[in-house]
């Protein structure tokens, strides 16, 4: 079987990272240990790890026209499978500056946990017109992967167009919500705990609780479910049944972007024709190398050293 592709339909941000020993808390003034920017938001960080994992990918997304997008292209221009045809600068009347490129502040605590700000910026001006001619070649092979960061409506237009065309669809519901209309067109959701107790309208339980979230998201609505659960690992609830896919140990530096490299990661193996075990075997393995290194895309390993680092970590279903 010949491999299919990997459409990304999402957001692209210039993120703007503030190392702290604690997160800020209302009414405080902290200082900042040190600084940095690099490429973000949760479609081109999901773009990214499909293509290091070997899935030929699109992104789908809309930029400013400003020295951010500038950043953000030449940051990507070396990604090997990565493909920028449907990554549009949008600019104003006259070729004027049009609406900047979005952003998300991020502080990284001592312990390498994140709190996140975004700013859509020209994400939210994505239009179904772009989306439908980014997928107008798709086939019942691709995989085309949203998540929340772009306007609902347009998420929505582009999950139904790929259910049409046949494709597999994958929906990272983040940031979480309760509204479920996005759920009509979904083959698989991909959800952290946070966001499948909101989509539930619930709290996680005692004794297991990922293993009851995915499993009740799995039965409620029908859907092949994975959550992620950080140290935990990830969970599967497909079939009627729950397999646990075990985290592997590192040392980490960060956390931002690791859900979203578990995601490219799973779904360009899911694009090659794997199944759901093996495809979020692959995703822990990206996310081990997400976790070690700063910045949601600063990590280096690729294809090859996810398959060392699974040989060296076999997951065990329990």
Request: charged share 15%; net charge negative; hydrophobic share 40%.
């Amino acid at each position: 079987m010949s491999k299919g592709r990997v459409f990304v339909v999402g957001s692209a941000n210039l993120d703007r990272f503030l190392y702290v020993d604690a997160f800020v808390r209302a009414g405080e003034t902290i200082s900042s240990t040190s600084s940095k920017e690099a490429v973000g938001g949760k479609g081109l960080n999901q773009a990214v790890a499909a293509a290091r994992a070997g899935a030929s990918t699109w992104m789908v997304g809309n930029l400013g026209s400003d020295g951010a997008a500038m950043t953000i292209t030449e940051a990507i221009a070396g990604e090997e499978n990565l493909h920028r045809d449907f990554l549009t600068s949008q600019t104003g009347p006259g070729d004027e500056p049009g609406t900047p490129t979005g952003q998300a502040m991020i502080q990284i605590s001592k312990d390498g946990d994140n709190a996140i700000v975004l700013i859509a910026g020209a994400n939210a001006t994505i239009t179904t017109e772009h989306v439908t001619e980014a997928l107008e070649s798709l086939t019942s092979a691709d995989v085309v992967v949203c998540q929340r960061e772009i306007p609902d409506p347009v998420t929505g237009h582009a999950l139904a167009l790929a259910k049409e065309k046949g494709a597999t669809t994958v929906l990272n519901l983040a940031p979480a919500t309760a509204d479920t209309s996005l759920l009509a067109h979904v083959d698989l959701l991909i959800v952290n705990e946070t966001e499948a107790a909101t989509l539930l309208g619930s709290t996680p339980t005692a004794p297991e609780p990922e293993t009851a979230l995915a499993g009740a998201i799995h039965r409620r609505f029908g859907l092949s479910t994975i959550l992620t659960a950080g140290p935990a690992g990830a969970y599967i609830a497909a079939g009627g049944e729950t397999t646990h896919i075990p985290a592997m140990n590192c040392d980490v530096a960060d956390t931002t972007g690791a859900g979203d490299a578990f995601v490219g990661a799973t779904v360009a193996l899911l694009a090659e024709g794997a199944d759901l075990t093996r495809a979020a075997s692959y995703g822990i393995a990206a996310a081990t190398a997400a976790c070690s290194a700063p910045g949601a895309q600063g990590y280096t390993q690729r294809r090859q050293d996810f398959d060392v680092l699974l040989a060296s970590n076999p997951p065990q279903d329990q």
